[in-house]
């Protein structure tokens, strides 16, 4: 499949079947976020990788985000590694635009496995933050949820809905 009929048939997964993703598979899956390209390749990326029981039933408790996912992926970012353009007279720091490309490249990467995801931000940060007491450094961007889509866990009546190239793109 190329790169842009997987684009076309990824969606987001909000149904996961029990099944779990196996170690290989999330292997591939975080190598791809490795990969990604960050801001002068600082690769401010923390990752906490929730799959135990214990760890998922904490998340559940804090958000609905987590849905049914066997593994949730808590995609942070260490503000004392990301880039800043203070040389450059901005107060820009680059760790949630890098946290945010790591984690589409594990998404993409994780559709090519046939595992589902949804990227999911319908959160308060600080509270997950605290319940995994997170050191005041990192900061949760976003989760990813991981799994097998359950029979009913398809694309919801929006995924198809594209505006057309001649609404977001400009020639200057």
Request: charged share 25%; with cysteine.
């Amino acid at each position: 499949m190329d790169f842009l009929e997987l684009s076309h048939e990824r969606c987001s997964v909000r149904n996961f079947d029990p099944r779990p993703v196996g170690e290989e598979t999330l292997e591939k899956i975080l190598e791809a976020g490795r990969l990604a390209p960050t801001a002068v390749n600082a690769q401010p990326q923390k990752i906490y990788l929730l799959k135990s029981r214990e760890a998922l039933e904490k998340l559940r408790g804090v958000t609905r985000m987590a849905y049914n996912a066997p593994v949730v992926l808590m995609v942070c970012y260490d503000e004392k590694v990301s880039w800043k353009a203070t040389p450059y007279g901005d107060t820009y720091d680059s760790g949630e635009m890098d946290a945010s490309i790591v984690t589409t490249a594990m998404m993409m990467q994780a559709a090519e496995l046939g595992v589902g995801s949804l990227w999911a931000r319908g959160f308060k940060a600080g509270d997950i933050e605290k319940a995994f007491a997170l050191p005041e450094n990192i900061h949760l961007v976003c989760l990813l949820d991981l799994g097998y889509p359950a029979k009913e866990g398809g694309p919801s009546e929006r995924h198809s809905l594209r505006k057309p190239l001649s609404e977001t793109v400009t020639e200057l």
